[in-house]
């Protein structure tokens, strides 16, 4: 038998819970089970013709969901999302593509 995670109700939880994910360097490394309680789809139903790096597209999700769906809460996460956005920007070379990369993951939530 498998241990069933009960995912957080409270919003203002689920964004201390995605606070806490974030890893030292920027990034969140989240798990399928993760995704699928933010965006009620799997991590491989999202794609991405400038990555398919698995951590990266999870990032951009958490930025997204925390920017769009907790904006009630910007105040606790604004600093983890824009840690987040500057190690996107490093690993893919510009802003430009982190734009792209972006509405590519918006327009599939």
């Not at 969901?65 to 190690?87: A, C, H, P, Q, S």
């Not at 792209?100 to 993951?105: Q, W």
């Amino acid at each position: 038998m498998t241990e069933q995670k009960i995912w957080l109700s409270n919003d203002q939880d689920i964004v201390r819970h995605l606070i806490n994910l974030q890893k030292f360097d920027g990034l969140w490394n989240l798990t399928d089970d993760d995704i699928q309680n933010l965006c009620h789809k799997p991590l491989k139903s999202f794609h991405s013709i400038i990555t398919n790096d698995s951590i990266i597209l999870t990032t951009v999700i958490v930025i997204i969901i925390l920017e769009m769906k907790y904006d009630t809460f910007k105040t606790m996460w604004l600093f983890v999302v824009n840690k987040g956005r500057k190690r996107l920007i490093e690993l893919l070379g510009d802003t430009e593509k982190l734009e792209r990369l972006i509405n590519d993951i918006k327009h599939q939530l």
